[in-house]
């Protein structure tokens, strides 16, 4: 984090996209805390979980399964599971987190698919560390806050299907990754498409959280100059 | 403790266990460039995933016309190079339109 303080030049259009992004996650996570108290959960379950869980869809599928009776174990299961991906994301961003031991154990919490996707949209390392330390501590205060507020608000909050917030990630995730994608060798193209086509093909038969570890499958599509 | 918290604390420390890997193995364990190579695109290829079946699908299935229209446009936006800021509020603006219009 001193590396991030002593950083001169955080590029503004950075910071203007980190706050797009942190606009629509506190309207997703107000819409969390609603949903989760208006079901029947005492407020202190939705503030805890985000808190300390800190995983959007893992904590709305938790949260679906113990509203749906489905028992604390299934619920904690199927949280696990969506976050499995994780553990490859705490890979690709290791060398974003710093040397330092507190480092490490705070940017460790703050994995999640859009600082993951945010560092890696960024040129040089320098400004990974950036992007993922902005990103982060920024997603995670303005996460936390809008659950608290829409768990106490409760049900006053819409659905935010009709401000079309669940195209927006996608659309997040589509700008960020695009670049990469387009200026990267072509093997890795080749290796997210069918990575899609796999997830896609199998997710009406497996539980959440699968179809999107067996993408990794397309990883073992043929790379270009490398033998296989 | 009761069931509910104990959900919440199974599930907090599974997730964090997940997330230490990177850094605990970081340093630690010397991972040849090829390794390297691979984590960034596996990172890539599971983002890819996320977005297409996030665009796509509701639970375990099709999440109806609207979302992936939107989605659809910002990334033809994205793809023309337009700004971060004008993809996303697109793809919003796209989706919240068509279901004001009554498309699901």
């Excluded at chain 1, 979980?49 to 399964?65: D, N």
């Excluded at chain 1, 995730?173 to 997830?199: D, N, Y």
């Amino acid at each position: 984090m001193r590396s991030l303080l002593r950083t001169p030049t955080v590029p503004p259009e950075l910071l203007r996209d980190v706050a797009l992004v942190c606009l629509a996650s506190g309207v997703v996570g107000l819409s969390f805390g609603a949903i989760a108290v208006a079901g029947g959960l005492p407020v202190w379950v939705p503030v805890v979980m985000s808190l300390v869980v800190y995983a959007g869809s893992a904590q709305f599928s938790t949260v679906g399964v113990l509203l749906a009776g489905g028992g604390p174990v299934a619920a904690a299961a199927t949280g696990l599971l969506l976050n499995t991906r994780t553990a490859a994301f705490s890979l690709a961003v290791a060398d974003v987190l710093g040397r330092g031991r507190f480092s490490r154990l705070v940017g460790a919490h703050l994995v999640t698919d859009e600082t993951v996707a945010f560092a890696l949209a960024q040129p040089d390392p320098e400004r990974r560390r950036a992007a993922y330390w902005i990103s982060g501590l920024g997603l995670y205060v303005v996460w936390n806050v809008c659950v608290l507020v829409g768990a106490l608000a409760g049900s006053a909050i819409g659905d935010t299907g009709t401000y079309g917030l669940d195209a927006a990630f996608p659309a997040v995730l589509v700008a960020l990754v695009l670049p990469a994608l387009r200026e990267g060798p072509s093997g890795v193209r080749r290796a997210a498409v069918t990575g899609a086509v796999v997830a896609l093909a199998v997710a009406p038969f497996v539980p959440a959280g699968v179809p999107v570890l067996l993408a990794l499958a397309g990883l073992l599509t043929p790379m270009p100059g490398r033998t296989s | 403790m009761n069931p509910t918290a104990a959900a919440i604390v199974a599930l907090a420390a599974g997730t964090y266990a997940f997330r230490l890997v990177g850094p605990v193995l970081h340093g630690r364990v010397e991972l040849p460039g090829r390794v390297q190579e691979l984590l960034s695109s596996g990172a890539l290829v599971l983002l890819v995933a996320l977005l297409a079946t996030g665009a796509l699908m509701e639970a375990q299935g099709f999440a109806g016309w609207a979302r992936p229209a939107g989605v659809l446009v910002g990334g033809v936006l994205a793809w023309r190079r337009a700004p971060f800021v004008i993809v996303v509020l697109a793809a919003a603006a796209t989706t919240a339109s068509l279901r004001a219009a009554g498309v699901a």
